[in-house]
C-alpha cells in the first residue's frame, strides 16, 4: 500500500499539470469538479510572457455623467502580482467580472458601471516605467440592477 | 547512524526552517488580514472558493483565526509532541483566514499545505532524529511533490513559451509593476545575454530536479542550485513566501549520507554550535 503512494501521488499530480494547461488556453480545459480537485497541486508561475502593464479603469454613471472610482482605495488588499481585481483570472471571467461589477453597483446613486482594461508596454533596463503608447479596451458596460 | 531509510536530521531541520518560514508569513499576513477587514465586500480569492463576500466582517473572530495560527506555531517550534498539532493547527487557521475573510490562496499558500502535509507524516515529533535513519516514504512523497512543483513550472515554460528559451520573458518579469524588485533587477532586465543565461539555468534546474534529486552525486549539488535560484529570485523580485517554503524543505531532501556527512563535519569545526544547535532541533 506504502509503496503505491507516490505513484498515486505522482498521478494525482500528473492530473494538476493537465489542469495547468487547461487553464494557460493550451489544452481543453478539464470539468469542473476536476479542476477543483486539481488546485492543490496546480502551478503557474511566471510561465507566459508579459510584455505590457495593465490597469483596469472603472466607472460609474452618476448624476449624468461617467465618474472614476478608485478601485485601490476600494480593495486596498495587494497580492504579490498587485490588486486582486487586476488578475486576468478576475477580470477576464465573466463571472468573477459580474460579481466585481455587481459590488460596483452599491455604490450609492449608481446608475450604470464601465471597466476599460489599460495596457501599455514595459521598457527594459529602467526602474521607471513610463505610461504611453496606451491601449484601452473595453471590457464591459452594464446598467446596475 | 548509518543503514537503511532515509536521514530522520533532514526532517528535524526542515521543522524548524518549515516553521520559521510560516512564521515569517504568519506575521505577514496580519497586515492582509487588517487589509481585508477595511475592504467592503468583496475578495478575489483564486481557487476552488469562488468570488464572494467574506463571511468574516467582524474583526474579533478574524484576529482569533490569526491568533490560533499563531499559537501553532509556537508548538511546531517547541517540536516532540507538540509539532503535529501545532502544524495542523496553523493549517486550519490559515484555511479558516483563506475561506472567511478571504486571504488569498495562491501557488505560496498550496506549498504550505503540501509542506504541513509532509510534515506530519514524517517522525517529526521523535526525539535523536539527527542521529538516526527514519522510514523513506515520506522524503518520497516529498521527492513526488517537488519533483511536481519544478517540473511542471519547467515544462510550461519550456514548452508552452519560446520567450523563456531567450530570456525575454523573465526580462520582462524583472520590470513588473507588481513584483519587480528595485534597480538591480531593472538593470538586469536591459541585459540581454545576461537574462538568457539566468532563463537557461532557471529551465535545466526546474527540468533536472526530478531526474536528479534521487541521485547521490547530483542531490547535494542540485539543492545547491536551487538555494541560488530561490535567493537570485528573492533578491530580484518581491514573490512572497513561496522561496521561503521550498527551502525550509530542502534539508529533508538531502540525500541521506550527505546529511550525516555534513553534521558530523560541523561536529569536528564547530562542536559548540553544533552541540547548541543539536539541542534545539533534536531536543
Redesign the interface.
Known amino acids: 500500500m506504502?509503496r503505491l503512494?507516490?505513484v498515486a501521488?505522482?498521478l494525482y499530480?500528473?492530473l494538476?499539470?493537465r489542469a495547468?494547461?487547461g487553464s494557460?488556453g493550451?489544452a481543453s480545459p478539464l470539468p469542473a469538479p476536476l479542476q477543483?480537485v486539481a488546485?492543490?497541486?496546480?502551478?503557474?508561475?511566471?510561465?507566459?510572457?508579459?510584455?505590457a502593464?495593465h490597469d483596469l479603469r472603472a466607472e460609474r454613471w452618476a448624476d449624468g455623467a461617467w465618474q472614476p472610482i478608485d478601485l485601490r482605495a476600494?480593495?486596498?488588499?495587494?497580492?504579490?502580482?498587485?490588486?486582486?481585481?487586476l488578475?486576468d483570472?478576475?477580470y477576464a471571467d465573466p463571472?468573477?467580472r459580474a460579481?466585481?461589477i455587481g459590488?460596483l453597483c452599491?455604490l450609492p446613486e449608481t446608475a450604470a458601471i464601465r471597466l476599460t482594461l489599460l495596457r501599455w508596454p514595459?521598457?527594459?533596463?529602467?526602474?521607471a516605467?513610463p505610461v504611453h503608447s496606451l491601449q484601452e479596451q473595453r471590457l464591459a458596460e452594464e446598467v446596475c440592477r | 547512524m548509518s543503514g537503511a531509510g532515509h536521514w530522520g536530521g533532514g526532517w528535524a531541520l526542515s521543522r524548524v526552517a518549515f516553521a520559521s518560514a510560516v512564521l515569517l508569513c504568519h506575521l505577514d499576513r496580519a497586515g492582509a488580514v487588517a487589509a481585508a477587514l477595511q475592504a467592503p465586500a468583496l475578495r478575489f480569492t483564486a481557487g476552488p472558493l469562488y468570488l464572494a463576500g467574506p463571511a468574516l466582517r467582524e474583526a474579533a473572530p478574524a484576529w482569533l483565526l490569526w491568533g490560533l495560527g499563531l499559537m501553532g506555531l509556537l508548538g511546531a517550534f517547541r517540536g516532540r509532541g507538540w509539532a503535529r498539532p501545532g502544524l495542523l493547527l496553523w493549517l486550519g487557521a490559515s484555511l479558516g483566514l483563506i475561506a472567511l475573510v478571504g486571504l488569498p490562496a495562491r501557488v505560496p499558500e498550496r506549498m504550505a499545505i503540501w509542506g504541513v502535509l509532509l510534515l506530519c507524516l514524517a517522525p517529526i515529533d521523535e526525539a535523536g532524529l539527527l542521529h538516526r535513519r527514519v522510514g523513506a516514504l515520506p522524503r518520497q512523497l516529498l521527492m513526488v511533490v517537488m519533483g511536481s512543483l519544478y517540473l511542471s513550472t519547467g515544462l510550461l515554460k519550456a514548452l508552452e513559451e519560446p520567450a523563456w528559451w531567450s530570456g525575454e520573458a523573465l526580462a520582462y518579469d524583472l520590470v513588473d509593476r507588481w513584483h519587480a524588485g528595485g534597480a538591480l533587477a531593472a538593470w538586469l532586465s536591459g541585459q540581454s545575454a545576461l537574462t538568457a543565461l539566468l532563463s537557461r539555468f532557471t529551465l535545466a534546474f526546474e527540468l533536472g530536479f526530478v531526474l536528479l534529486i534521487g541521485l547521490r552525486r547530483t542531490n547535494p549539488p542540485l539543492l545547491l542550485a536551487g538555494l541560488l535560484l530561490h535567493a537570485g529570485i528573492g533578491l530580484l523580485m518581491d514573490v512572497g513566501f513561496l522561496g521561503h517554503f521550498v527551502v525550509a524543505l530542502y534539508p529533508a531532501l538531502l540525500d541521506p549520507e550527505a546529511g550525516e556527512a555534513a553534521l558530523a563535519s560541523l561536529r569536528r569545526r564547530l562542536p559548540r554550535l553544533s552541540a547548541a544547535l543539536e539541542r534545539w532541533i533534536d531536543r
Open positions: 506504502t503512494a507516490p501521488l505522482a499530480l500528473l494538476c499539470y495547468s494547461l494557460l493550451r477543483r488546485w492543490l497541486g496546480h502551478w503557474r508561475m511566471f510561465t507566459e510572457l508579459r510584455e502593464h476600494r480593495y486596498p488588499r495587494l497580492g504579490d502580482d498587485g490588486p486582486g481585481y488578475r483570472d478576475v463571472a468573477r460579481a466585481l459590488d452599491t514595459k521598457t527594459l533596463g529602467s526602474t516605467q
